[in-house]
């Protein structure tokens, strides 16, 4: 007989990355996973490629020169900056470190499909709180805190519905919850928005010891494949992270690219203009062809298709991929008749307006 795993473990659904292939189709278009449009920095390219005859040194446990790099270019104490494989390995171990069995964890309803997960594997209860136009309530989220609630996580802007919250409405979450409880700021996303009324976190982690904010290198830097991202935390915070992290969960490579892409400005803001530009493109072409799309703050659309007859979501999907065009299926975040667009090159953009547009004139 097997040996059973803790409770909860059974109760996930391993997490399923965006498709990056489609059997028979030579020619892809891969808008499944919001990377980048552009790439990686070719800085950050070099910077990844001069480690290859380095690699049987271990990488710095610290990442210190990493953080320096990050605090510089944001105006963060490096102290209180921990890096990560990714956002997602910091995004659980704050579940590990703060929540466990008879906790719960909080979350709106079409959150990123991991925040349940996170809570599962430590034994705690996922809960999720109603969301109003796809976007995140605040006012919902303070009426599911109960006396179990331990952390309650906010993607900003939020995947897969691409929906913000103003930094005044963020400010009012964190002032309406217990100060045990904490706030986790997901801005993976952060970089991509250009609305005025916008902060990615870093004032409410500066105003008290429970608020966390993380970012990633995966978006706007393109580097999703070297896994690399910080969280920027209180003092006591960031001590706990570094004693639960891995020793060395940041390789050597993806500490030179990270250091090389911050410092790259000039491609940052090429690939943000890229996005402000295709972004609206994109949602406009999709509303004028009868599709409902939700105002996205991100790299990417949510696009609703009719729950019934010929052109349903599924519908859509089977027809893109048929032509080597792979958006995302946004069922799994509760939203089965959406589909989730990342914005791509001009060509990628404009090729997959014009499928779309065949598909809705079949029947």
């Known amino acids: 007989m097997a040996l059973p795993p803790r409770p909860g473990i059974m109760d996930m659904a391993p997490y399923v990355p965006g498709a990056s292939k489609v059997d028979g189709v030579d020619k892809i278009i891969k808008l499944s996973s919001n990377e980048g449009a552009l790439g990686p920095s070719p800085k950050a390219t ?37 890096c990560g494989a990714g956002s997602d390995e910091l995004l659980a171990l704050l579940a590990r470190a703060y929540a466990g069995p008879g906790d719960e964890v909080l979350f709106g309803e079409h959150a990123f499909v991991m925040y349940p997960l996170f809570a599962l594997s430590v034994g705690a209860t996922p809960i999720k709180a109603p969301e109003t136009e796809f976007t995140v309530s605040v006012d919902a989220l303070l009426r599911k805190v109960s006396d179990k609630t331990r952390i309650v996580y906010v993607a900003n802007p939020n995947n897969p519905t691409g929906t913000m919250v103003t930094s005044d409405e963020m400010t009012r979450l964190r002032a309406g919850l217990r100060d045990d409880i904490l706030l986790v700021i997901d801005a993976a996303y952060a970089e991509y928005v250009t609305r005025n009324d916008y902060a990615p976190g870093v004032e409410l982690v500066d105003a008290g010891d429970n608020v966390v904010m ?80 939700v105002p996205s703050a991100g790299n990417f659309v949510l696009v609703r298709f009719p729950e019934s007859g010929p052109h349903t979501a599924d519908a859509a999907m089977a027809f893109l991929t048929s032509r080597g065009i792979i958006p995302r299926g946004t069922g799994s975040a509760g939203i089965p008749e959406g589909i989730r667009i990342t914005i791509g090159l001009e060509d990628e953009m404009r090729a997959t307006v014009d499928v779309i547009s065949k598909f809705l004139k079949i029947m």
């Not at 040194?57 to 102290?79: F, M, T």
């Not at 006591?236 to 940041?250: E, G, K, S, T």
């Open 46 to 82: 070099a910077a990844y490629e001069e480690l290859g005859s380095r690699l049987h040194r271990y990488p710095d446990g610290g990442s210190v020169e990493l953080r320096k790099a990050i605090g510089a270019r944001n105006g963060l104490d490096p102290d209180r900056i921990v």
């Open 214 to 293: 993380t970012r990633t290198f995966s978006k706007i830097y393109a580097m999703g494949g070297v896994r690399l991202g910080w969280a920027y935390c209180p003092e006591a915070v960031a001590d706990v992270l570094n004693r639960i992290r891995p020793p060395f969960n940041v390789t050597s490579g993806a500490q030179a690219a990270g250091i090389a892409a911050v410092n790259d400005v000039e491609f940052l803001t090429r690939s943000r203009n890229h996005n402000a530009n295709w972004l609206p493109w994109l949602s406009d072409r999709l509303g004028e062809v009868g599709l409902d799309v």
